[in-house]
Nanobody, 121 residues
Framework: QVQLVESGGGLVQAGGSLRLSCAAS????????MGWFRQAPGKEREFVAA????????DYVDSVKGRFTISRDNAKNTVYLQMNSLKAEDTAVYYC??????????????WGQGTQVTVSS
């Protein structure tokens, strides 16, 4: 089992940047494919970005391609989401996710508690 703790959310102006971090407990972090999801008020939770176990493969929802970058440091048991050129529509609670499978796009085994990102226009 793994516990996920997000940090780095906050309030930023449109066009600004934030970096989210997700620290994972346990000694098997490199066994999990990781990712980020988000949920805006009144909307369903949506996929944002995914990264493979060794970091060699990434995937993004079209709306963040070219603006967001997912990365991981297996030595630090941490996954990151660098968010640049933020827009008001990026406002949401962002959740870290882990899966035993190949990608979080196909299913999630563990969720973090979420961190709020608010982009003011």
């Amino acid at each position: 089992q793994v516990q996920l703790v997000e940090s780095g959310g906050g309030l930023v102006q449109a066009g600004g940047s934030l970096r989210l971090s997700c620290a994972a407990s346990g000694r098997t972090f490199s066994s999990y494919a990781m990712g980020w999801f988000r949920q805006a008020p009144g909307k369903e939770r949506e996929f944002v970005a995914a990264i493979s176990r060794n970091g060699g493969s990434t995937d993004y929802v079209d709306s963040v391609k070219g603006r967001f970058t997912i990365s991981r440091d297996n030595a630090k048991n941490t996954v990151y989401l660098q968010m640049n050129s933020l827009k008001a529509e990026d406002t949401a609670v962002y959740y870290c996710a882990a899966t035993y499978g190949r990608t979080v796009v196909r299913g999630v085994n563990y969720w973090g508690q979420g961190t709020q990102v608010t982009v003011s226009s």
